[in-house]
């Protein structure tokens, strides 16, 4: 147990990195025009409820299989949505008392409780911020109630919560000021963080080859799906904001589409060896329990790199 723990641990460490690596390429490529500072702690903050989220839909895709075990350990399940929804709690706190910093013109530090306060319940940004922070705080509660009960919930509710919750605040942006924009993005962001929410789940929970070998070939189908939603909405994304194609490499945030854009060609390619050789293998039980956990991992660095970037583009004028 202890060396599952430690390997959980490099496996969120490393995608914490990959993710700042994302931002910090992001502010590179978007030079001398700068996205916003806030986009260090949104892209773990997205990070973090897109694995909750992956945990819950997970839960659901075992408890569909035709396998007779579980291939979730709902312990591990439980205990996972607990860490990573405080986690996400607590960097949406500091979003959110940063935010109210700005509008009253002062740092964190200096803000009043008053000041925190009329932002948090009289402005339209701040009610969404709190909104979400209560329901990152609620999956917590959760999660640390299923796993002191060692229940055996429905995991329902973590995938409607964690859905709010992460679509609460991108509704509202740039996109929401075109018809049907808010639909779009709501889609982008949902099929990206199931596509990295579930993997990154089952990087975390999955302890042996018949649990890879039933659910693997699951998440292939359901990411193709998340692919194809994330490539159309982020499209719609980019002809909507961008005037022209001259501003793909003249403007900061033309720039950042563009990684974007190479970012997921580079996911694709990867996805596409995976079906071709990892999925044959796990399938036919033929593939180790580390070599898959590895596997998962590495695809799960490059799409928080992905989540890096799209964290700085939403903050990017």
């Known amino acids: 147990m202890a060396a599952v723990g430690e390997r959980s641990v490099r496996l969120v460490l490393a995608a914490a990195a990959a993710a700042v690596l994302g931002v910090a390429a992001a502010f590179a490529v978007a030079y001398p025009t700068f996205p916003d500072g806030s986009s260090w702690l949104r892209v ?15 839960a659901v895709l075992d408890g569909n299989s035709e396998s007779r075990r579980p291939a979730v350990d709902s312990q591990v399940m439980w205990r996972s949505i607990g ?19 700005d509008s009253a013109g002062r ?7 008053n000041a925190f306060t009329a932002f948090a319940t009289s402005i339209s940004v701040g009610r969404l911020g709190t909104a979400t922070v209560i329901l990152a705080l609620a999956l917590c509660a959760i999660g640390v109630a299923g796993y002191r009960l060692s229940a055996s919930w429905s995991p329902i509710p973590v995938i409607v919560l964690a859905s709010l919750a992460l679509v609460a605040r991108p509704i509202t942006g740039h996109m929401s000021q075109f018809a049907f924009g808010s639909i779009a993005v709501a889609v982008h962001v949902v099929c990206a963080s199931v596509w990295l929410g579930v993997l990154g789940a089952m990087a975390l929970s999955l302890r042996s ?33 961008l005037d022209s194609l001259t501003a793909l490499v003249e403007t900061g945030y033309g720039r950042i589409v563009l990684a974007k854009v190479l970012i997921t060609v580079a996911l694709i390619a990867f996805a596409r060896r995976i079906r071709g050789t990892w999925l044959p293998t796990v399938s036919a039980h033929r593939s180790t329990v580390e070599h898959s956990v590895g596997r998962a991992a ?19 004028a």
């Open 209 to 241: 080859k018949s649990a890879w070998a039933t659910l693997l070939p699951v998440y292939s189908r359901v990411a193709f799906w998340c692919v194809v939603g994330v490539a159309t909405t982020g499209v719609l994304d980019a002809v909507l904001k």
């Open 298 to 316: 590495a695809h799960v660095c490059l799409l928080t790199v992905a989540f890096g970037l799209a964290a700085a583009l939403a903050t990017t």
């Open 107 to 113: 740092t964190p530090l200096t803000l009043s409780p």
């Open 44 to 58: 773990i903050a997205v990070a973090s409820g897109s694995v909750v989220l992956g945990f819950g839909i997970l």
């Open 83 to 101: 860490y990573l929804s405080g986690l996400w709690a607590v960097a949406e706190f500091v979003l959110l008392t940063v935010a109210a910093a």
